[in-house]
Nanobody, 122 residues
Framework: QVALVESGGGLVQPGGSLRLSCAASGTTLDYYHIAWFRQAPGKEREGVSCRAGLTGATDYADSVVGRFHISMDNAKNTVYLQMNGLNPEDTAVYYC???????????????WGQGTQVTVSS
């Protein structure tokens, strides 16, 4: 059983940065494709970024290209989402998820964390 725990969310001013962490237990995270999703109130869940297991290939939503960066620390069995240049439109609950399919679509992701709130506001 794969358990994922996100951390690192919080309140940040526009233009600021945050690094989200997704720590895994029960498996080696690099065996899975890992994605970060976000969901704002009243909006559909959006796939922000994903990282392919083993190869490390990455993909990003157009809205975050050049601002967000997904990475993995194998020793810590943790995936990170570095978020720079944050703006109020980035405010959402951020979730990490694991899948056997490389995609930014929520369908197909079997394992989910509980989410961490990111609020961008002055």
């Amino acid at each position: 059983q794969v358990a994922l725990v996100e951390s690192g969310g919080g309140l940040v001013q526009p233009g600021g940065s945050l690094r989200l962490s997704c720590a895994a237990s029960g498996t080696t995270l690099d065996y899975y494709h890992i994605a970060w999703f976000r969901q704002a109130p009243g909006k559909e869940r959006e796939g922000v970024s994903c990282r392919a297991g083993l190869t490390g290939a990455t993909d990003y939503a157009d809205s975050v290209v050049g601002r967000f960066h997904i990475s993995m620390d194998n020793a810590k069995n943790t995936v990170y989402l570095q978020m720079n240049g944050l703006n109020p439109e980035d405010t959402a609950v951020y979730y990490c998820a694991a899948s056997n399919s490389f995609s930014r679509k929520a369908m197909g992701y079997n394992y989910w964390g509980q989410g961490t709130q990111v609020t961008v506001s002055s």
